[in-house]
């Protein structure tokens, strides 16, 4: 996908990533700090930091970070977000082109967005950003899609009315994870987490994604009606939930 459709797919979705995106596990920072020594004393590039939901938990651990992020919509929402930390700096960027200097920063993560990047490019930038012996954090919310009656009606609407989804889906694009950090080792960690919604958090859910139409696309209403029926179907006490896996991988860049 040409890096300016990556950029762009989210712009007109910024509200409802804000309101309905999944955050990040405490599991994953503490993860990060057993197994690299992540200290509130290293520096952070936090590469399509987006709207800033991973990049506050590496605020809130002390940290100062770099929120690398080409989208002007989402980097907006992030500055406003984010705008108690004096320890954050926003900046147009991507992660081919992040404008930070030469080893520069002691960790690079990316949350929810690497699957957007050329890995090639982004990989060569990342080791020249990185102190010697830094380290690259990769996560990803995975939704799961087969465990309740719920998920697997909602896996089958994106099927069937997602414009990409098929393409873009995350369970295809982690599998390549090991091109950004070959030929170095790099280790895995899972962990599980859910949301529950009512239906307007289900809507605002589906919205955020950038595979859903739009408004004006002529699946939209349809879209929006099986949405309505599968969650009037299965919705418990008017609440449904999705679950995650969250998969972290990391490794020092060589």
Known sequence: MPASNATSRFSDRVANYVLYRPGYPPQAL???QTECGLAPNHVIADIASGTGIWTRLLLENGNAVF??????????????LLQAFPNFTSLAGTAEATTLASQSVDFVTAAQAAHWFDRARSRREFVRILKPGGWLAL????RVTDTTPFLRDYEQLLLTYGTDYAEVRH???TDAVNEFFDPAPYQERTFAMRQEFDYAGIEGRLLSSSYAPGPDHPQYAPMLRELRRIFDQHAVGGQATFEYKTRLYFGRLS
């Open 139 to 142: 996560l990803w919310n995975e």
């Open 67 to 80: 929120g690398v992020e080409p989208n002007a919509e989402m980097r907006e929402a992030g500055e406003r």
């Open 30 to 32: 503490q993860a990060l």
């Open 171 to 173: 369970e295809r694009t």
